[in-house]
């Protein structure tokens, strides 16, 4: 069995979307100071590196993190490589068979970007591609890097996968992960009333 940790590390210095504030780590108690036990304090959104999206986040009355469903979170994922792709669309997702999967990651070159600071060019969804994975049955989608939906976009993406009920995963590390089938584990931060939260994610080759 190989595990892989997909997870963006969190640290001050990692990318955050430009309207957001940047990660702040401060030691708040340290032993260095004399002082019993060492202490530290994190002040982000809840929508840093690896991070889940619940409909909340683009639908008014959806579902917030907790009332989300493990049974999606966990189990079986196909990771699909599109390297070769400026953007995500019908005709690049029917180049593969993707008969009975659910959970479906996306491995792009994306996966080569620098993270010294926020990259406005990444690969996305395309919206074509985000009603054929809602009518396909996709109940997961995942992506390596903040976003299933490209800069400046209008938000239509998300929209129509959140209101289909479509649990998005962000910012993951699939940079050396081949493509093949895995057991998802993603675990969300189990913050209430909150549209986002980042998460520990990782896939477990059989």
């Known amino acids: 069995m190989k595990i892989y940790d997909v997870t ?3 640290t001050p210095e990692m990318p955050v979307w430009p309207d957001q504030p940047p990660v ?5 108690r340290s032993m260095d100071k004399g002082e019993r036990n060492n202490l530290s304090e994190l002040a982000c959104t809840v929508h840093i ?3 889940v ?3 909340l986040h ?11 469903s493990l049974d999606v979170l966990i189990g079986p994922t196909r990771l699909i490589e599109l390297s070769d792709v400026d953007e995500i669309t019908v005709a ?4 593969f068979d993707l008969n009975g999967v659910t959970r479906l990651l996306f491995k792009t070159s994306n996966s080569r970007l620098s993270l010294d600071g926020f990259q ?3 690969v996305a969804v395309a919206p074509d591609a985000a009603g054929w994975l809602v009518d396909h049955g996709i109940r997961l989608v995942g992506i390596d890097y903040l976003s299933v939906e490209r800069f400046g976009s209008d938000g239509s993406v998300h929209r129509k996968l959140l209101g289909a009920g479509v649990i998005l995963v962000e910012g993951l590390d699939l940079a050396d992960v081949p493509p093949g089938d895995y057991t998802l584990c993603c675990l969300p931060l189990k913050l209430v ?3 986002g939260a980042p998460a520990r994610v990782v896939l477990v080759q059989a």
């Open 24 to 28: 702040r780590i401060a030691r708040v």
């Open 92 to 95: 690049s997702l029917s180049r």
């Open 8 to 10: 963006w590390p969190i």
């Open 53 to 55: 999206d619940a409909p």
């Open 49 to 51: 590196g690896t991070h």
């Open 58 to 68: 683009f639908i008014a009355d959806g579902i917030d993190i907790p009332a989300l």
């Open 193 to 195: 009333g909150c549209e």
């Open 120 to 122: 406005k060019s990444f």
